[in-house]
């Protein structure tokens, strides 16, 4: 009989633009203030990128650092997937883009599209073809330049964004070494108004009208997503967890989308998980959507905040709406 091909976290890559923009420098944009900022989201500063920096280049430069930490090469590789909503352009994907610069022209490319949820997404898809045998280095891109689709009069979102990428080498790893122990995927499509950038697609097609009344702009229901978010997030680390077999208390690390803190305390206490257990770098670099969740993995690892032999969640829930969580076996 042939032996269980089994998924793993073999490496690990993040990327911030370098100019940092705080909640001072947001007061000089729109009508607002740190006070608000920080007690409503706890968001302190977050990058945004150059005008001639796009979503493939740093997504490139996240995926440079994951290939060195896994000790693997662009040529490696046989898949990319980008999960990004700010892609270069709307085809081709931004995985191409990502292909041609990092130097893997025999890997396969192709973006996925789950808003913030996509890199956790994204770790349902590498792993589904890791475990088939389909393929054995799956480079996998959250990457964002948010910037570009804000709309600076809305002080109510433009606070909130910000730009960069992280990325994860997925591949075949022995049985709970960096394992992918389950994943969870769900959307809900009833939801859809609640968060979008309506313009650019066959509904809305650019126009001068279109530009007028800022279609390709993020709009957002705030106060309805958070409420949401708590709930079906909290219900999504408990779904991860059985399918992993393994209890709440077994969990050392929840990495959570990184949307606004409120929500990540908010998650911690509905399941009783001690706040020194949820990770939280949305203080330095905001909401990056597709981006966030690899760039906050990255964040812990560098930090030491993951042991080898514990259980780490992954939640995420964005628009669409979105829901996914992962547990990981480190
Ligand atoms: O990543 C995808 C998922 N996205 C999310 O998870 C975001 C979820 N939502 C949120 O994080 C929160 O709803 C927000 C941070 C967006 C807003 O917080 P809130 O506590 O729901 O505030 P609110 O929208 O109800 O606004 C409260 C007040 C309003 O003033 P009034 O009507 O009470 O006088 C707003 O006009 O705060 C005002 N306000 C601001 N004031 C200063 C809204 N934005 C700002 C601002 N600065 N930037």
Redo the contacts with the bound molecule.
């Keep these: 009989m042939s032996q269980k091909i089994r998924a793993g976290i073999l490496g690990t890559g993040s990327y911030l633009p370098e100019k940092i923009v705080t909640n001072k420098d947001m007061e000089k944009l ?1 009508d ?2 740190d006070e ?2 920080v007690t ?2 706890g968001i302190r500063e977050r990058h945004f990128a150059a005008d001639d920096e796009f979503t493939s280049d740093m997504a490139t430069k996240a995926a440079q650092k994951a290939l060195e930490s896994a000790g693997l090469k662009p040529t490696d590789l046989d898949l990319i997937i980008v999960a990004t909503i700010t892609t270069d352009m709307p085809t081709p994907s931004t995985a191409c883009f990502v292909q041609t610069k990092l130097g893997a022209p025999q890997a396969a490319a192709f973006d996925i599209s789950a808003a ?1 949820s996509g890199f956790v997404y994204g770790l349902t898809i590498a792993r589904a073809f890791i475990e088939s045998g389909l393929y054995k280095n799956i480079l996998l891109i959250g990457a964002e330049k948010l910037t570009t689709f804000i709309d600076w009069k809305d ?2 979102t433009c ?2 964004f910000g730009d960069g990428a992280g990325a994860a080498i997925i591949a075949p790893v022995a049985e709970g070494k960096h394992e992918i122990i389950s994943t969870y995927m769900a959307a809900n499509g009833t939801e859809a108004d609640l ?1 979008k950038i309506p313009g650019g697609g066959c509904r809305f097609p650019s126009s001068l009208e279109s530009v007028e009344n800022r279609l390709h702009t993020l709009k ?1 229901d ?2 309805q ?2 409420k949401i ?1 708590v709930k079906v997030m909290s219900d999504a680390v408990l779904e991860a967890a059985k399918r992993a077999n393994i209890s709440l208390e077994q969990i050392s690390l929840v990495i959570p ?1 990184q ?2 803190d409120r ?1 990540i305390q908010a998650i911690g206490e509905r399941l009783g998980v001690s706040p020194d257990k949820l990770f939280v770098n949305v203080d330095k670099i905001g ?1 990056t ?1 597709a981006a966030s969740v690899g760039i906050a993995l990255d964040d812990a690892v560098k930090a030491g905040k993951i042991k080898d032999g514990q259980y780490v969640a992954f939640v995420a ?3 669409g709406t979105t829901l996914a969580s992962s547990i990981v076996k480190w």
Excluded: D, P, Q
């Design positions: 729109v607002t203030n608000w900022i409503r989201t913030c002080r109510g606070v909130l968060l957002m705030g106060k997503i958070f978010a989308h949307a606004n929500i909401n959507s829930f964005g628009a």
